[in-house]
């Protein structure tokens, strides 16, 4: 969705990236699979791996929701930040304003939402600090870099969670799954016109508006390197279902036979 002119810049970045570079790093340590733990469906991912792993399937999930959008907004994924390690999971650019998304991971959770606190299965986040220092950041990064003000709005993206209830969001952050992702952009009234758009989709495709020492290389192999790693986690998962499965058949088998010889 990104202009064609931003080619080279934090445009081309893929959703996730910087994620799935952790995740790949901490994936490096685990020890190949024998035959056997390969035939029973042993997890392929190293335990430091897991919660990047997790994180950059989310993140990868909102990355092609966003790809649903018109033209008329753009998207800069994994835009690194201030002068560590740090990101933003999805910087979204159109008529209806400036948003910074945070995306989290809680497949099959219940999220609890207030105007105060977040809470997932019963247990605090800070989920909304988080997202709103993000979208602060942000909105002086870039009020910075165009020498006017910026305001950038914070969204905490839920994936995949069972169930969403309580009073709601506070005002300045807005919680929401991710289904709901792209009607929410749909619904936004405009507030800046297609020149301002631009102005500040070039702006925030630079990476030394965010970062002191950031560039746009990419590794082209990362990705591919992470989707062959999904691959075999997912395969994975699955023969251990089919194990789970016929070791459930067989027992029923065993306790239809034993009935059988008692009756």
Not at 113 to 135: A, C, F, I, T, W
Not at 175 to 192: E, H, K
Not at 195 to 222: G, K, Q
Request: proline share 6%.
């Amino acid at each position: 969705m990104a202009d064609s002119i931003l080619s080279g810049t934090l445009a081309d970045r893929p959703a996730a990236y910087g994620v799935i570079q952790e995740c790949l790093t901490q994936q490096s340590a685990a020890p190949p699979r024998g035959t056997l733990a390969r035939i029973v469906g042993s997890n392929p991912l190293h335990p430091a791996a897991v919660s990047w792993y997790q994180g950059a399937t989310g993140e990868r999930l909102v990355g092609r929701l966003l790809a649903g959008l018109g033209p008329e907004w753009s998207v800069l994924h994994s835009v690194p930040v201030g002068s560590g390690m740090s990101d933003i999971g999805h910087v979204v650019i159109g008529p209806g304003g400036v948003f910074t998304l945070n995306t989290k991971h809680h497949n099959g959770a219940k999220v609890w939402v207030s105007p105060k606190l977040l809470m997932v299965n019963g247990q605090r986040e800070d989920h909304l600090g988080h997202s709103r220092y993000e979208s602060r950041r942000a909105s002086a990064l870039l009020s910075a870099a165009l020498g006017r003000k910026i305001e950038a709005r914070g969204l905490v993206v839920l994936v995949e969670p069972m169930s969403v209830g309580g009073p709601g969001s506070p005002d300045d952050v807005t919680v929401l799954c991710d289904r709901d992702l792209v009607s929410y952009f749909n619904r936004r009234v405009p507030v800046i016109d297609d020149f301002d758009r631009r102005e500040i989709l070039s702006a925030a495709a630079n990476p030394r508006t965010w970062h002191t020492t950031a560039d746009a290389v990419v590794d082209p192999d990362a990705v591919a390197r992470f989707e062959a790693l999904r691959g075999s986690v997912l395969s994975a998962a699955r023969l251990r279902s089919l194990g789970s499965l016929g070791f459930a058949l067989g027992l029923a088998a065993v306790v239809l036979a034993v009935l059988t010889q008692l009756g």
